[in-house]
């Protein structure tokens, strides 16, 4: 998750992290959203079949927002998975996309901020998620720089700082191997 008008660090964190966290097996569910969502789905793509991404929309399947993701969409359709608790017809509006966020938190098992500014839909989608007891990381950014505050404020309050994915692993991958009782 994270900033639709990502920074370019933003976009290649985006990408090296849903590549690697793909490969080792775990779904990448994101927004479909500009900037780093869409750097994380077409990530996985890339990786071709199977491909290990599900977009959770903010319309209806019929609607692709925002309409520069149409390409991506219909590959996500073909090769992945595209959800929606909208129905067809339903356009997009500002006030879909916390909804939406909260079916992103619940599907997930950790979420990771990659970019984020204080006061954004990613920082919703973490709080649902702690909300959930879902892990959440956060990838740390330059203080001054509006893109990372976010992402700073939630390691403060106690969110995973991440450097790599081998830190979501040890996290995610590692106890759910302990539970095979």
């Not at 938190?105 to 954004?120: M, R, T």
Request: aromatic share 6%; hydrophobic share 45%; proline share 7%.
């Amino acid at each position: 998750m994270g900033a639709r008008l990502a920074s370019p660090q933003g976009i290649r964190n985006a990408r090296f992290f849903a590549q690697a966290l793909s490969k080792a097996g775990l779904l990448v569910i994101s927004g479909l959203a500009r900037g780093i969502d869409g750097a994380a789905h077409q990530a996985c793509l890339d990786l071709g079949p199977p491909a290990t991404t599900v977009a959770v929309c903010g319309t209806g399947l019929d609607q692709v927002y925002p309409p520069e993701h149409l390409e991506l969409a219909h590959s996500i359709q073909t090769k992945g998975l595209l959800l929606s608790e909208f129905p067809s017809g339903i356009r997009a509006k500002a006030f879909h996309f916390p909804r939406r966020n909260r079916l992103i938190a619940a599907l997930a098992l950790g979420v990771i901020i990659v970019e984020g500014a204080q006061k954004s839909g990613s920082l919703i989608t973490a709080r649902l998620a702690l909300e959930l007891g879902r892990e959440v990381f956060a990838i740390p950014g330059p203080i001054h720089h509006p893109l990372y505050a976010g992402c700073n404020y939630l390691i403060q309050e106690g969110a995973k700082l991440v450097t790599n994915p081998k830190d979501i692993l040890d996290e995610l991958i590692f106890p759910l191997s302990q539970k095979k009782d």
